[in-house]
């Protein structure tokens, strides 16, 4: 294993040199310019606060002029520190999409050929307004139009094993390795819960319930039931009739807002069809097919499944639709590779097999897909992490053998 990963790491560094270096040295010019600013407006504004600071230790005796000048500092400061701080963090974020659409389809091309898709957000429209020189119509129009997230995984199969009322889509990677097409999405789940604390105030809580990457793909077996599995307890009357709830308008984050306009867009756009004479069954086919609520697979209930394997019991939970469709894809060797597959994200793994396809919930709690950006980008050592996580999570079909069509 450190032999081949060794091996790699060769393989890896030669092709970053003939494919990433070019275009990450002019990337580099933009990130240094960016630390080079940011570095000096925090220096000013820190050398301000400093010198008050030190006016109030060195005049003591002048107390109550230095209280006034600190609350007079504070209240013409704070605002010009987030005046500044603001679009700095806008630029890094828009630096941040500029790059992974540059890098990140040439780093993939280390595995094979792969299409990278940025996420659906306010930085993606600023970016792309810019980029293709629209101006603020184009930013309005690239929000009117992220609804298409190209994220093909139906939030209503998430919520078959998690409790959300918002899904908030990052990076999206899509291709084929192996012979085996997949797809890898980073999201979150969450939904927001309203608290009140001892004095009676009201405070919204925000509930992460999934943060990590999906993995979905098709497997070389056909199956008609519902098969979930969990690192934790499963909720068999959310796996069998997923329900996503609705979100309150007051507890919406900016992500929600932006969620709710595309919401209202797409009623605009009901109106505006059956103006031009759309027949009332085809709106609501329309309006089925974009449903986030599913019916249940089968009449069956979702039953406790028991394996032949200990060591599979112990780490995961089991649920089916049929006990016999369940043990028909979990064969002996299909259970010793996927606590394998388990072992390589710390078993923090939740599954949804269902028409012929494999849903694989990796829940580690973190970034995925990064591009450096305080080390230099031409360094190829800098991209160890991402690296590692890809060949990971392309590691699930070789472990899996998702590939071959062996009976599993």
Known sequence: MEQQQAEQKINFSAYFTSKVAPAAEKIEKYRKKIITVAAIYGGIICTIFILIAVSVLVFPSKLLFNEKLLCAAL???VPILC????????IKKI???????????RLLGFWGKFAYFPPANIFTAIY???KNKTGFKGIISELRGAKQTNISVNPAILARLLKFSTISYDDKIVGRHADTDIELTELETYYMTKERDREGKTSYQKRTTFKGVVFSATMNKKFKGLTVLSYSNIDKNRAQYPHVTKKEIGTMNLTDVLNFGRQVADVVDLVKEYQQGKSKEELEQQAKNSSLTQKAVKTEPLQDVMLEDPMF??????????????RYIFTTGFMERFIKMGECFDYKIKAIFLDNNVYILIDQRKDWFQIPFFKSGLDPANYKQFLIEFSRLLSIVEV???NQNIGM
């Open 75 to 77: 209240f013409i400061f």
């Open 83 to 90: 005046f500044i701080c603001g679009p700095l963090f806008t």
């Open 95 to 105: 630096y941040n999409i500029f790059t992974k659409e540059i890098l990140i389809p």
């Open 128 to 130: 792309k307004s810019i």
């Open 313 to 326: 019991n112990k780490k995961f939970k089991m649920c089916s639709t049929d006990q016999v469709e369940a």
């Open 400 to 402: 899996l053998k998702l």
